[in-house]
């Protein structure tokens, strides 16, 4: 069988963090009940013009600085022609020939070092509305609330060429967009999704191979399975002599495969010309000058200082400030207890576990700083003993408990009766002869059963350290 490589490129679309639509003042808040966030202007009809939103033209600008990139300080905008249910104006607002940002790029960790993804371009947009397709009474139903919600689209080069990289540039998009604050992208929303565009080649080949693309994809999981089943896909066409067909492919994960949607549009297809109903965006220096001075500590910088000021080795760092909520939680954390390393494991262990067994992303959590500091205090002031903690932690996850009325409401509190505690070892000790003849013959980890027997007495609310110490005082 011929060596193949992959090559990817990915087109990223982000929803804006503005409170309100890129042309009109309907909320762009999630949810909400079917096209009850739309007015004549976002939903199309005959007559309405547009009013730019100024903050989305910032957070695009914002973006494109932050990613490397040129930013085109005279641009425009153009219509895109296409009919679809979900776009009731029949055409999408767009850039073409003249995009805010061009020419940037980040660079990735990969398993042979770092390496430079080429972004091509980002430019404005409006998004489409959204269908909703009724199984059981056979029928598709518009919802145009997301109709007008503001995007950037992030078109990388071809520069990827495993799954393994694709993911590396997506978590270092993703980080660099929250960390501005321009989008939430929470992918479970559809604030964040991706399309893949991917060919094969033999190794060593200068010229692409036919590409396809896999559209909307919105988890970094699906992303992943899909760069792995396409390319199988295409290398079997290859090898069994097929051609490769230039299409648009939906991803299914559920079933680990994908299906032809369409043949693949080029931009002729769309008729693109410039948006009559819109006036050309003039960007100043100093209105770029102003964007780039508020400019947040990234996480690079946040990384060299949480190595420096709360002196966390480079691993904690790095996972803390992958996230800017896991970030953000833990300054807060650290500010209220003054035990940056102690925040650091809770963060670290327990909370990115929790995380990953109910596959929820950082901005999910729901405890507040207050709360874990408080509950790191109960173990400091030695109210909880550690394992009551990791029990207390977990309700304090899912439910947001306040950890002290919780420890108080459920007895959960560590006994301080010294003389309560060793009388209740002097019983273990008559009642467990054999450890203890162990232990005086030299085995020391006789001692473990017998402090796990106290604590079992005990219901766990005694403190291990204080058990330790009166058994060995006793034996």
Same mark, same amino acid.
């Given at each position: 069988?011929?060596?193949?490589?992959?090559?990817?490129?990915?087109?990223?679309?982000?929803?804006?963090?503005?409170?309100?639509?890129?042309?009109?003042?309907?909320?762009?808040?999630?949810?909400?009940?079917?096209?009850?966030?739309?007015?004549?202007?976002?939903?199309?009809?005959?007559?309405?013009?547009?009013?730019?939103?100024?903050?989305?033209?910032?957070?695009?600008?914002?973006?494109?600085?932050?990613?490397?990139?040129?930013?085109?300080?005279?641009?425009?905008?153009?219509?895109?022609?296409?009919?679809?249910?979900?776009?009731?104006?029949?055409?999408?607002?767009?850039?073409? $020939?003249?995009?805010?940002?061009?020419?940037?790029?980040?660079?990735?960790?990969?398993?042979?070092?770092?390496?430079?993804?080429?972004?091509?371009?980002?430019?404005?947009?409006?998004?489409?509305?959204?269908?909703?397709?009724?199984?059981?009474?056979?029928?598709?139903?518009?919802?145009?609330?997301?109709?007008?919600?503001?995007?950037?689209?992030?078109?990388?080069?071809?520069?990827?060429?495993?799954?393994?990289?694709?993911?590396?540039?997506?978590?270092?998009?993703?980080?660099?967009?929250?960390?501005?604050?321009?989008?939430?992208?929470?992918?479970?929303?559809?604030?964040?999704?991706?399309?893949?565009?991917?060919?094969?080649?033999?190794?060593?080949?200068?010229?692409?191979?036919?590409?396809?693309?896999?559209?909307?994809?919105?988890?970094?999981?699906?992303?992943?399975?899909?760069?792995?089943?396409?390319?199988?896909?295409?290398? =079997?066409?290859?090898?069994?002599?097929?051609?490769?067909?230039?299409?648009?492919?939906?991803? =299914? =994960?559920?079933?680990?495969?994908? $299906?032809?949607?369409?043949?693949?549009?080029?931009?002729?297809?769309?008729?693109?010309?410039?948006?009559? =109903?819109?006036?050309?965006?003039?960007?100043?220096?100093?209105?770029?000058?102003?964007?780039?001075?508020?400019?947040?500590?990234?996480?690079?910088?946040?990384?060299?200082?949480?190595?420096?000021? $709360?002196?966390?080795?480079?691993?904690?760092?790095?996972?803390?400030?992958?996230?800017?909520?896991?970030?953000?939680?833990?300054?807060?954390?650290?500010?209220?207890?003054?035990?940056?390393?102690?925040?650091?494991?809770?963060?670290?262990?327990?909370?990115?576990?929790?995380?990953?067994?109910?596959?929820?992303?950082?901005?999910?959590?729901?405890?507040?700083?207050?709360?874990?500091?408080?509950?790191?205090?109960?173990?400091?002031?030695?109210?909880?003993?550690?394992?009551?903690?990791?029990?207390?932690?977990?309700?304090?996850?899912?439910?947001?408990?306040?950890?002290?009325?919780?420890?108080?409401?459920?007895?959960?509190?560590?006994?301080?009766?010294?003389?309560?505690?060793?009388?209740?070892?002097?019983?273990?000790?008559?009642?467990?002869?054999?450890?203890?003849?162990?232990?005086?013959?030299?085995?020391?980890?006789?001692?473990?059963?017998?402090?796990?027997?106290?604590?079992?007495?005990?219901?766990?609310?005694?403190?291990?350290?204080?058990?330790?110490?009166?058994?060995?005082?006793?034996?």
């Amino acid at each position: 069988m011929k060596s193949y490589e992959t090559v990817i490129g990915l087109e990223v679309h982000v929803e804006l963090a503005t409170k309100t639509k890129i042309f009109c003042g309907c909320s762009t808040e999630f949810g909400g009940e079917p096209n009850t966030h739309c007015c004549p202007v976002c939903s199309g009809m005959p007559g309405t013009l547009p009013v730019l939103n100024k903050k989305v033209v910032e957070y695009a600008i914002a973006a494109g600085l932050a990613t490397g990139c040129k930013i085109t300080q005279n641009c425009k905008f153009d219509r895109k022609n296409y009919f679809y249910p979900d776009l009731p104006k029949a055409f999408q607002v767009s850039q073409l $020939y003249l995009p805010i940002c061009r020419d940037g790029g980040i660079e990735i960790e990969t398993k042979e070092g770092r390496k430079t993804i080429g972004i091509h371009e980002i430019h404005m947009e409006e998004d489409a509305g959204k269908l909703l397709h009724d199984e059981w009474n056979g029928c598709t139903l518009v919802d145009f609330n997301r109709c007008g919600v503001p995007l950037i689209e992030i078109v990388s080069d071809p520069d990827m060429r495993s799954a393994e990289e694709v993911i590396a540039y997506l978590e270092k998009l993703k980080s660099i967009l929250e960390y501005l604050g321009v989008s939430d992208c929470k992918m479970q929303e559809g604030s964040m999704r991706a399309d893949v565009n991917l060919s094969v080649r033999e190794v060593g080949a200068e010229t692409y191979g036919t590409r396809t693309e896999m559209k909307n994809l919105n988890s970094f999981r699906a992303i992943a399975r899909a760069v792995e089943g396409e390319r199988a896909r295409q290398i =079997d066409l290859l090898e069994s002599g097929e051609a490769v067909v230039q299409e648009t492919r939906r991803w =299914d =994960d559920a079933k680990g495969g994908s $299906y032809a949607m369409r043949s693949k549009e080029d931009a002729q297809d769309y008729r693109y010309f410039p948006e009559p =109903d819109l006036a050309p965006i003039e960007i100043s220096d100093e209105w770029l000058a102003e964007i780039r001075a508020r400019e947040p500590e990234m996480q690079e910088a946040k990384m060299a200082r949480y190595q420096s000021e $709360y002196r966390l080795p480079e691993y904690d760092a790095r996972i803390l400030t992958s996230s800017k909520s896991l970030a953000d939680l833990f300054e807060a954390t650290v500010a209220l207890s003054g035990k940056p390393k102690e925040v650091s494991n809770w963060l670290m262990v327990e909370t990115l576990r929790l995380l990953k067994e109910e596959d929820k992303d950082p901005s999910q959590i729901v405890f507040s700083p207050e709360q874990l500091a408080a509950l790191i205090g109960l173990v400091e002031s030695g109210k909880i003993n550690r394992g009551t903690a990791k029990a207390v932690f977990e309700v304090m996850f899912k439910e947001g408990a306040d950890p002290a009325v919780y420890v108080e409401t459920h007895g959960l509190a560590m006994v301080q009766d010294d003389e309560a505690l060793r009388s209740t070892v002097e019983k273990i000790i008559r009642e467990n002869p054999k450890s203890v003849e162990d232990y005086r013959n030299g085995k020391q980890k006789a001692i473990g059963f017998l402090v796990g027997q106290t604590m079992k007495v005990m219901k766990g609310k005694a403190d291990p350290g204080k058990v330790n110490e009166i058994l060995k005082e006793l034996l």
